[in-house]
């Protein structure tokens, strides 16, 4: 097992201790410091490995490069139609003005069509991959959770025996030393009937 993941199980268990240290509330649910589950999370996150993180930036940019390829299409657009409106005075010009800018125009909008296909085509390989990733993390917590529940077990069990072991000890001892104390006892007894007799 690697130290990263020996790290993310960590901060797994110390999510699951905030839970379960939270003011329990009706059903299922609890009260938590939110300070302390953000604090968790983003040392969990940092652990994450850099596909993941690249995927959640990219899903966070996602509507950032759709707005930058629309500002883009649009500034196009602006810059064709002021130059245009430039060129008023010659109608011919004018004409091929247009028609360069209906033909930018559509090329714009196919431009960022394409764009964001591809963002979100990427976005949705990277989706998949951090799924695939988070899904071998929770595979492997749930191992590691029936390692550890094996092995208390097991100690459990070997506990059961040495204190089981202790009480036939002490049962032992007890018989032992209750047969001493009868046995002593009765040498007692016959030891004072015949000094009774002597005299």
């Known amino acids: 097992m690697s130290s990263q993941q020996d790290v993310i199980y960590g901060l ?3 999510l699951e201790d905030a839970l379960e240290k939270g003011l329990p ?3 299922n649910f609890a009260i938590v410091k939110k300070d302390t589950v953000s604090d968790i999370l983003d040392r969990l996150y940092s652990q994450l490995p850099d596909e993941v ?6 899903l966070r940019r996602k509507d950032e490069l759709q707005y930058e390829a629309q500002q883009k299409a649009e500034k196009i657009i602006s810059d064709a139609q002021s130059e245009a409106n430039r060129l008023l005075s010659e109608s ?3 004409r091929a003005v247009q028609r360069e800018a209906e033909k930018i125009k559509e090329q714009v909008i196919n431009d960022c069509e394409e764009i964001k296909r591809k963002a979100l085509e990427e976005a949705d390989v990277l989706r998949q991959q951090a799924q695939e990733e988070a899904n071998r993390i929770k595979d492997g917590a749930s191992v590691y959770a029936e390692q550890v529940l094996a092995n208390l077990e097991q100690n459990l069990g070997q506990m059961q025996e040495i204190v089981k072991n202790g009480q036939v000890h002490l049962e032992r001892r007890r018989m032992e030393a209750d047969e001493q104390i009868n046995g002593t006892y ?3 007894r016959q030891e004072f009937v015949q000094d009774f007799r002597m005299q």
């Open 12 to 14: 797994m268990n110390e």
């Open 25 to 27: 509330l009706l059903g």
């Open 53 to 58: 993180k690249e995927a959640r930036s990219l």
């Open 92 to 94: 011919d010009l004018l």
């Open 186 to 188: 009765v040498n007692q």
